[in-house]
């Protein structure tokens, strides 16, 4: 599997990233001749070899007209009109209406009475449509990415003064790990926001990986310790998928381990991708269990309170832990007794693993009154 991995550590826009695909090695005549599919006024592109703090990379900017203020809409019809590929369709489609929606949400509008102001711009569409050209010319199959930094004081935009991240930004980067530094003045833009977090799987350290190409993406904006956006590109040494999840914890020396059984019930009902507990030895010689909830970054703050809610503890331990996880496919199994869905797990297309949802096994049992054993037996029988 080819994968690409974006550092963030020194800021993040739409034309960086599109400038650091090039620097890896997209073809700028190949990229041009596909953005022409877009059949809009722009006059040039520019593409240049730069260096910014001794490190040379590539910087991209679109030197475009006037344009009109577009809508999601008319963005998307522009985009489907043309001759680019079905999946760089798809893919720009899909970052520009997590953007759309994000800012609906900040200004309090319907997504169809939002306009983009700068980001319906010229040098915006391309940037995006642009980047998914790159990532389908490039062969990447999955993407990750760094946690995402962000600046400090105001920022002008087409609003006003607005504080730092952009709002529609922040709204784009919840439930990503980010970090505050000591900058002042934008470094994490809507569009760099929206193509991050529409692309990577997710947030963390780099997964195992065969670097073969590594490209730098200028920023335009004279930051005294930033500008280059990194990305390194190769093949997994094990094709398995990364992801970055939430580990809890809290040791818990008071409570019967039916109440925390309920308690763990009730949080996997609420999204939690695991819940368990661990009879241990505490100081004093005392026995407890340690519960440990595994979630998504997203859930965090549901399944913490439910934590506090459900148990006695004083504290939670938070862990942000990455995780290798086989590539899942849900099917649906035909049985004598019904519909089952069934979990694969496959690695390089090979399925290594399948294992029926338990709920839907217990749903079918009850209903025809036979052990589960029996159900799960024509699962496997139907395969």
Known sequence: MRLAYFDCSSGLAGNMVLGALLDAGLDKNQLINQLGNLRFAASKLQIKKTKKHAIKGTYFEVMSVEQPHRGLTDILRLINKSKLSKTVKTLSAKIFRRLAEAEAKVHGLPIN??????????????????????????????????PIPHGQGFIKHAHGILPNPAPATAELLKGIPTYGIDVKG???????AAIISTLASSFGPSPKMAVEQIGNGAGGKPFPTLGMLRVFIGEAKLPTENETILQLETNIDDMEVETLNKAIAALMKAGALDAFIEPILMKKERAANKLTVLCRLEDKDQLL???????????????????????????????????????????????????????DLKKLAKKHRVPISMINSSVFGAR
């Open 186 to 192: 934008e470094i994490v833009t809507p569009t760099g």
């Open 305 to 359: 309170e439910m934590v506090y809610k459900l148990t006695t503890t004083l504290g939670v331990r938070v862990f942000l832990a990455s995780r290798e996880v086989l590539r899942r496919k849900f099917v649906k199994v035909k049985t004598k007794h019904g519909k089952v869905k069934l979990k694969l797990g496959l690695l390089a297309g090979q399925v290594l693993t399948a294992a029926p949802e338990y709920e």
């Open 113 to 146: 009475k939002v306009h983009f102001h700068e980001v319906g711009a010229v040098d915006a569409i391309i940037d995006i449509v642009g980047t998914a050209i790159a990532i389908e010319k490039l062969g990447i199959e999955a993407i990750y990415a760094s």
